[in-house]
C-alpha cells in the first residue's frame, strides 16, 4: 500500500485529521524562517495528537547535532533534508534515523545525479518541484514523464517519495506514471496556509491509495 504523508502540519487539530484520515506520515517544518515553521514545543504537541503517525521533520542545512537532539526529543521515524546537505552529514545522520533527501527537480539528470551520489546511504530521495527562491514546500511541480525512464531503473532502495504541487485531482495520475513508495502533499490540501482541509486530505489520500496502474513502469 502507497504511503502518505501530510506535511507542513501547524496544528493539533490537523495531524489528527491526517491520521483519521488514513495517512501514514506527518510533516512538520523545523527550519527557521518558512510560513510553516514550528517551535519544539509545538511541534510536540502536534506529534502528540496523532500516535499513529510516523514522525517526520523537515530541515534546511541544520547542524546534525541539532537534528538529532530533536530525533531523540522528539521521537522523529525520519529526518527530510532539504538543503544542499553533505553525503557526509547524510551518513551520520543515517547511523540514528532514516534520512529523506529531497531534490528540486528540473530535469532527469537532477534525480539519477542525486540517486548516484546520496541512493546508498538515505532511506528515501524525495522529488520536489524546483523553485530558486526556496528551498521547499512551493508547491511547484515538475514534469513526471520526464522522470519516468529514471523511474524504470530504480533501485530496490531508496524509497521515492514524490512531492511538489501533489492535490487530490492529479495525485491518481502521478501514482500511474511514477508508482512512488510514498505521496507527500502540504498546500495541495489546504484552505489556508497552515490550516488543512478535512474533505480535501481525505479525498488527497483515497485517491493515492485507489490510482489504477499504479506499477512501476517498465
Known sequence: MIGVKICGLCRSDDAALAQDSGAT????????????????AS????????????????????????????VRELGLDAVQLHG?????????LSVVVNVWKAVRV???????????????FVSALLLDG????????????FAWDAIVPVRAGWPSSPALVLAGGLTPDNVARAV?????D????????EEAVGR???????????AARGALNAERPT
Open 43 to 70: 511541534a510536540r504537541q502536534i506529534f502528540a495528537a496523532a500516535p499513529q503517525l510516523k514522525r517526520v521533520g523537515v530541515f534546511v542545512d541544520a547542524t546534525p547535532d541539532s537534528m538529532l537532539e530533536l
Open 25 to 40: 506520515y506527518g510533516g512538520v517544518i523545523l527550519a527557521e524562517h518558512t510560513r510553516r515553521s514550528q517551535t519544539f
Open 176 to 180: 500511474g506514471l511514477l508508482a512512488p
Open 84 to 92: 544542499a546537505e553533505s553525503v557526509d552529514v547524510v551518513k551520520e
Open 182 to 189: 510514498i505521496v507527500d502533499v502540504s498546500s495541495g490540501v
Open 196 to 206: 488543512k482541509s478535512a474533505e480535501r486530505v481525505a479525498a488527497f489520500v483515497a
Open 130 to 141: 524546483f523553485d530558486s527562491a526556496q528551498a521547499g514546500g512551493s508547491g511547484k511541480s
Open 106 to 120: 528540473r530535469t532527469a539528470g537532477d534525480v539519477q545525479r542525486a540517486l548516484e551520489l546520496y541512493g546508498p
